[in-house]
């Protein structure tokens, strides 16, 4: 069975980077052909999607974090990866990663974005 846990989660100043983690077990080869994403949630708020990248790697990013964080993945590894720069409060949220339209949640990484 596929399991995605995030990683990389913490507690940073404003303007300061993260970079999350998502490894996906038991996938093995059949990794590349999904598409995977980022999502987010803050307290009283929905889930939202802030980053998708393709098997390929075509990215493509929510407009609040546009220009700030970076989406990749690593197929040979099974692994994907947020890089978040320039981090404003309105970051702060649990991230998770999960394949486009799949619900393989796991239990997300905190992030908190706090002077």
């Known amino acids: 069975q596929v399991q995605l846990v995030e990683s990389g989660g913490g507690l940073v100043q404003p303007g300061g980077s993260l970079r999350l983690s998502c490894a996906a077990s038991r996938m093995g080869s059949i990794f590349s052909v999904y598409a995977m994403g980022w999502y987010r949630q803050a307290p009283g708020k929905q889930r939202e999607l802030v980053a998708t990248i393709t098997g390929d790697g075509s990215t493509n990013y929510a407009d609040s974090v546009k220009g700030r964080f970076t989406i990749s993945r690593e197929n040979a590894n099974n692994m994907v990866y947020l890089q978040m720069n320039s981090l404003k409060p309105e970051d702060t949220a649990v991230y998770y990663c999960?394949?486009?339209?799949?619900?393989?949640w796991g239990q997300g990484t905190q992030v908190t974005v706090s002077s």
């Open positions: 999960n394949a486009i339209s799949r619900s393989w």
